[in-house]
């Protein structure tokens, strides 16, 4: 509770100091922001044509509808990068920030969230940029947009609570965050964001329902249900969203519990 009022009372000021913090990264860019989209604009070119051109892929099924593959890879890349920006942001906000903490009268838990919201901003861009995009590709805006309300909250509560955790762990013992930086190069092709996980279901069906268990998977699949029209993800597979919810939960609680003990002994490890 401590933690949860600590972020409503201090809302105005992480949104101020991470739209600066935004600016501040950017500022000795000739283009400025604009490599925010650049950046991932490129890499999803180089995997469409990886695993798309040079495979010839086909058109990949969802709800009976046949999308194509750079389609359905941009309906969850950007996802993709809001989540591993975020989580390597908010693994190192506390330790990089600690000079400047012990300085001020500020609530830490604040922090990772001032990282993440610096990437919701471009998040909520690149979402506007893929429906522009899918306008033109015949993926017409429809009333399943409207859980995209939904997933945004829920990304943000996940990326939260694993930024807590992350954060404190990673000011104790620094190679935390290299650690995590190489595991979550390793869930780019294990999240369902690359290929469809389900063409494991028939061959492997155990390794598809471990896989699935990635938070991410769910969040990535109700975003292309959205995009495409399929389905209310969420409602349709609700055992899945009470495992999501009750997963973030546990996670919520652990860091909060982990970032109050350690916090007041920080500034140990400057």
């Not at 500022?27 to 798309?52: C, H, S, T």
Request: proline fraction near 3%.
């Amino acid at each position: 509770m401590m933690v949860i009022k600590e972020q409503i009372n201090n809302f105005y000021l992480t949104r101020r100091l991470s739209l600066y913090e935004l600016k501040s990264q950017n500022r000795n860019n000739y283009l400025g922001m604009a490599w925010e989209i650049l950046n991932p604009a490129i890499q999803i070119m180089i995997y469409w044509f990886v695993f798309g051109t040079l495979r010839d892929r086909a058109p990949i099924e969802i709800g009976g509808v046949e999308v194509p593959f750079f389609s359905w890879l941009l309906a969850g890349f950007f996802l993709w990068i809001f989540f591993y920006q975020a989580t390597i942001q908010g693994s190192k906000s506390i330790y990089t920030r600690l000079r400047m903490l012990s300085k001020m009268n500020f609530p830490m838990s604040v922090i990772p969230n001032i990282a993440i919201f610096s990437k919701f901003y471009i998040h909520v861009m690149m979402v506007v940029i893929t429906i522009i995009i899918f306008q033109f590709m015949g993926f017409y805006i429809n009333i399943y947009y409207f859980q995209l309300i939904y997933y945004i909250i829920a990304i943000f509560c996940l990326l939260y609570a694993l930024s807590l955790i992350t954060s404190t762990l990673s000011t104790i013992i620094r190679d935390i965050h290299m650690f995590l930086n190489s595991t979550l190069r390793m869930m780019l092709y294990l999240s369902g964001v690359l290929w469809p996980i389900s063409n494991l279901t028939d061959e492997f069906p155990t390794l598809a329902q471990l896989m699935k268990l990635n938070p991410l998977y769910y969040l990535i699949e109700g975003y292309r249900s959205a995009f495409f029209g399929v389905e209310w993800y969420f409602i349709e597979h609700w055992q899945y969203t009470l495992y999501f919810w009750a997963l973030v939960v546990v996670l919520f609680i652990l860091g909060s519990i982990l970032h109050v003990k350690f916090r007041r002994h920080f500034i140990d490890y400057l």
